[in-house]
């Protein structure tokens, strides 16, 4: 099994969102970032951060560090449902390849319909391919 699908399973099992997964080169550190409605304590990273380790020991999994962690407030969009549950926030948008000499882009989310994302930034509202966003991430209000 390959280690994503392993790390997912596990994190869905106990009851979180798997929002990423990091690895370093040769895959000696793990990071695993997970997410719940009310929010990450450090007793829910301690649960996660057992359970797979004692997942990786049986599946054999060659690695030397593990850290589990909340996403943060500027948590990453990692896949399509994210742009549905953030409607609404302020986020910042990478591209793959500009539009009109333009890769980066912030504003208020509209959300994700048929594969295109919709953001309405201070020059207007702006679509673009789901499939085009190198990476995006919520901008906290304070």
């Known amino acids: 099994m390959k280690l994503d699908s ?5 994190v869905a099992g ?3 969102e798997l929002v990423d997964i ?10 695993v ?14 649960a996660v ?3 797979l380790t004692r997942v990786f020991e049986v599946e054999n999994v060659d690695y030397d560090r593990l850290e589990v962690s909340s996403p943060g407030l500027d948590r990453p969009l990692t896949k399509p449902a994210d742009y549905e ?7 910042q948008v990478r591209l793959r390849m500009p539009i009109g000499n333009q890769r980066n882009f ?8 048929d594969g295109v994302v919709r953001l309405r930034t201070e020059k207007g509202e702006i679509a ?8 995006a991430r919520l901008v906290p209000r304070f």
Request: hydrophobic residues 40%; glycine residues 12%; charged residues 30%.
């Open 6 to 10: 392993l790390i997912d399973q596990v």
């Open 14 to 16: 106990l009851g979180y």
């Open 22 to 31: 990091e690895t370093s080169p040769k895959g000696r550190l793990v990071r």
């Open 33 to 46: 970032f997970i997410d719940i409605e009310r929010g990450i304590t450090v007793d829910d990273c301690a």
């Open 49 to 51: 951060s057992n359970q």
């Open 85 to 91: 549950r953030f409607v609404g926030a302020d986020v």
């Open 106 to 113: 912030v504003g208020v989310l509209d959300g994700l319909v």
């Open 128 to 135: 673009f391919g789901y499939d085009d966003v190198e990476k």
